[in-house]
């Protein structure tokens, strides 16, 4: 039963050299630069998005994920979401309002496969980057590079997927819309989603806590995914696979990587998701197909490459 949770809201993303990830994430995903903070933090968000920002870089010695925050209907809901989480036995600690620009307090903990994600009910609200708040054109002019519209999910890597499948759904009120299935019925992958999207956050196991797969983008059209891969090859950015169509979620995708080795997706359509749909299912010996529909077997890489 759905719980409050709205969108998955922003990403902390470590990266090695800031003005090189600039170069990525604003002038060729697109993303829009909105503020940078007295801890040296730049802050992104795509155009469509409503909030002030969804993606904060943060320079490292190392890649990866710091977190990712899911946005809650309300403060109400948040304290009522803060407390079901104590109750279910995970250790809970918050960031007070401003530690992040512009952002209420939130409510952050650590699930089984070692990934740290926090909940929140308040962000400043900018509105669509360029666009008039009444008559709004239905885009702005001087998008750049891919056009990101959204940062839209993550797909993260760790131990104990069943686990945190039960987190999501028991206590944040998550719907399972996809999954991967062993032979002994165990769940591998699960796709879990708190809106009408095929899914808001996906968790595939292995055996190292806390990694980050990928973080995605959304794209207009599948034309505009041909083009990004252009922008790949005409950048000299290293590409993983696409473009391609996933059998999980049935969205079409490109793969490729920052100059600090996280992996980004940029991908397009794909299926929808209403509470009442029973997950759909893909068993792990056809991971294959699942995952890259027309190759059918999985790039060499694809799983062992992480952040
Ligand atoms: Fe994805």
């Known amino acids: 039963m759905r719980k409050g949770v709205i969108r998955p809201g922003h990403i902390q993303l470590r990266v090695m050299d800031m003005e090189e990830a600039l170069k990525h994430y604003r002038d060729l995903i697109g993303l829009i630069e909105v503020d940078r903070d007295d801890k040296g933090r730049v802050y992104l968000k795509g155009w469509t998005e409503v909030d002030k920002y969804s993606v904060v870089l943060v320079e490292s010695d190392t890649p990866g994920l710091d977190f990712i925050g899911f946005k809650v209907l309300n403060e109400k809901v948040l304290n009522g979401l803060k407390n079901d989480l104590i109750d279910y036995g995970c250790e809970v600690f918050e960031h007070e309002a401003g530690e992040l620009d512009s952002c209420g307090r939130r409510v952050c903990f650590v699930t089984p496969t070692g990934h740290t994600f926090e909940l929140y009910a308040e962000k400043e609200q900018t509105g669509k980057w360029g666009l008039a708040k009444i008559n709004p054109d239905p885009w702005p002019l001087n998008l750049t590079g891919m056009k990101a519209e959204r940062f839209d999910h993550c797909l993260l890597m760790g131990p104990n997927v069943p686990a945190t499948k039960m987190l999501f759904s028991e206590v944040l009120g998550f719907d399972l819309s996809e999954q991967v299935v062993t032979p002994d019925n165990t769940i591998a992958g699960a796709f879990m989603s708190c809106s009408m999207k095929a899914h808001d956050i996906a968790f595939v196991e292995c055996p190292d806590f806390g990694k980050l797969h990928h973080v995605s983008f959304h794209l207009e059209t599948w034309q505009d995914l041909l ?50 749909h029973p997950p759909v299912t893909w068993k792990a010996e056809d991971l294959g197909k699942a995952i890259f529909y027309h190759e059918l077997v999985i790039h060499p890489t694809y799983l062992e490459v992480l952040t």
Do not use: W
């Open 227 to 276: 083009k990004a891969a252009d922008l790949l090859t005409m950048t000299e950015t290293k590409k993983d696979i696409g473009p391609t169509r996933h059998g999980l979620t049935s969205g079409q995708t490109v793969y490729f990587f920052d100059r600090s080795g996280n992996r980004n997706e940029v991908f397009c359509g794909g299926d929808y998701h209403y509470p009442d």
